[in-house]
């Protein structure tokens, strides 16, 4: 291991250059995968506020008595998907209409509203299937008369998320991939570089694993050090952007770590591959 260690700082002073080049590629490489995953990460944010914005609001009848409205309540509030539920009287819904819509208020004079009880759902079950169902239990209760949760509106809202989840887990991949042919194409030029010193190594008598482990190590070390610098980047992206036109969330400290830890492995996959290939090349290995 230490013979290894010292063929990455030898290669190193050989060429820093190169190695320079390498990491700032892989750098930019993994900076626009972090760039797309922020834009995730806060599409994904954004689309949550909406969500936690959903609610279904049941209509009762004229003349609902206090006791239908406690048994609704009661009934409601059993239902495992709730997170909670109010009553608004019909005098509360005046109040709130008159402020909600302040420039109509004179027309708001004598107005009539029915009572309402309201209920959001719990994190998970706010998909259009489990809101119909809901739905579907409230209307089977005589006091109520009608039940809206806005339902169009929630089947865009998922077939967004669906989409969302859907492009971002493909374009991650595709970014994961351009970053593994990338460090394997600066792996191969070390290696082309290096390819008489590799044969003569192979003349006296040194192992595949030998050869092969200090370009695993130079692969792994640029990737860690082009996450770095990826992060480095997409947080002065994301300050940028936030003092510049709207505040937007920045990567957790796990997602963070998560990506240094993803910038080795990519580091050490593309060395892998690259140095499996072009190594039995040079040797001539079956």
Known sequence: MRLAWREVLLAFRRSPALAVLSVTTIAFSLFAFGLFGLVAINIQSALRQIENRVEIRAFLVDGATEVQVNELLAAVQ???????????SPDSALQRARAEL????????????PGSVELRLKPGTRDPETMQQITGRLQTYPVVEEVRYGREWVEKLYRVRTVVGVAGTGLGL?????AVIIIGATIRMAILARTRE???????????AFVRLPYLIDGTLK?????????ALAWTANRVVTESFMATEFFTTEQ???????G???GL???????GRHLRRVWNEP
């Open 78 to 88: 059993r239902l495992p998907q709730v997170a909670d539920v109010g009553y608004v």
């Open 102 to 113: 302040s420039e109509f208020s004179d027309v708001m004079d004598g107005a009539l509203l």
């Open 174 to 178: 595709v970014f994961a991939l351009v």
């Open 198 to 208: 590799i044969e003569i190594m192979r003349l006296v008598g040194a192992t595949n």
């Open 223 to 231: 990737g860690i050090a082009g996450g770095l610098i990826a992060l």
């Open 256 to 262: 963070m770590a998560l990506g240094i830890v993803a």
């Open 264 to 266: 080795a492995v990519i």
């Open 269 to 275: 996959l593309g060395s892998w591959i690259s140095v």
